[in-house]
């Protein structure tokens, strides 16, 4: 996104905090693009949702969103993040509905290492690694960030840096520690 489009989305943000209905009506469009393409990589990063359209995912977030303050989101960054964290947990809840006795789920437990590649390989478990980043995430909220648009929005690191607002090499040691992090909880025995 273009910085000049950030401040609109920024405008319309703080509009909309203010209580004008319009600014709602002239904040969607400016983002829903990118909401889009955030929806499409989750679900092409994320198999066992055939069902699931990137139409759908994106039109669930923004209905999660219509249902928050506006006072919560700062600018554009901070509402294409909030997006992307509302997709994962569609995601994990969805895998949740899939991991019940009652639906019969089969997910399994996937080697860490091999999770991280992407896209997800299908035997990821959702619900494990959903668990897992909550803990990474009151550890190192950013590196939780970090690894949440990196896997679940397939982001390259310069882009995640810059959503995040850090330098690249920051982005890539925190994707290094919190894939460490993380491999050492998954790993465990259960």
């Avoid at 600014?23 to 198999?47: K, Q």
């Avoid at 997910?107 to 668990?131: H, K, M, N, Q, Y």
């Avoid at 009151?138 to 970090?146: F, Q, S």
């Amino acid at each position: 996104m273009g910085s000049a489009r950030d401040d609109g989305v920024t405008q319309w943000l703080q509009r909309w905090q203010e209580g004008d209905a319009q600014a709602l009506e002239r904040l969607l469009p400016l983002v829903y693009a990118d909401l889009r393409r955030i929806a499409t990589g989750v679900l092409r990063a994320t198999p066992g949702h055939a069902t699931l359209q990137t139409t759908a995912l994106v039109h669930d977030v923004l209905l999660r969103l219509l249902g928050r303050a506006p006072a919560q989101f700062e600018n554009t960054a901070h509402l294409l993040n909030a997006s992307a964290r509302m997709m994962r947990q569609v995601l994990v809840d969805r895998a949740r509905k899939a991991h019940s006795d009652k639906r019969g789920g089969g997910w399994l437990r996937d080697g860490f290492e091999a999770a991280l590649e992407l896209p997800i390989p299908e035997s990821t478990d959702l619900v494990a690694l959903d668990l897992a980043l909550d803990e990474l995430e009151t550890a190192h909220g950013r590196m939780a960030k970090v690894v949440e648009l990196r896997y679940f929005v397939g982001l390259e690191l310069d882009e995640i840096a810059a959503a995040l607002g850090v330098n690249e090499r920051t982005a890539r040691r925190d994707w290094a520690a919190a894939r460490e992090w993380l491999r050492e909880r998954l790993e465990r025995p259960a």
